[in-house]
């Protein structure tokens, strides 16, 4: 099991919110995502033998949003 923290860009209400979210869990092997919407971030657990940091970037990215690692 792993967790990762991923700065998010574009969200700017409760509805953006919900499909970053639903974006996160939509990929296999997520199966706990907390986002911040005030502070823009996305917490995310999933297990690291089906899923990566990558591919769970990628499904927030082809939601509309910007998505990445802490610099």
């Not at 969200?11 to 869990?25: F, L, S």
């Not at 939509?26 to 911040?36: A, E, L, M, P």
């Not at 940091?53 to 509309?64: F, L, V, W």
């Amino acid at each position: 099991m792993a967790n990762v923290s991923l700065n998010v860009k574009g969200m700017t209400c409760d509805h953006c919110r919900g499909r970053v979210e639903t974006a996160a869990k939509s990929v296999d092997g997520v199966f706990g995502v907390y986002v911040d919407l005030n502070e823009g971030f996305a917490e995310v657990d999933f297990d690291d033998t089906k899923t990566d940091a990558a591919t769970i970037i990628n499904a927030i990215k082809s939601a509309g949003y910007e998505a990445a690692l802490p610099e």
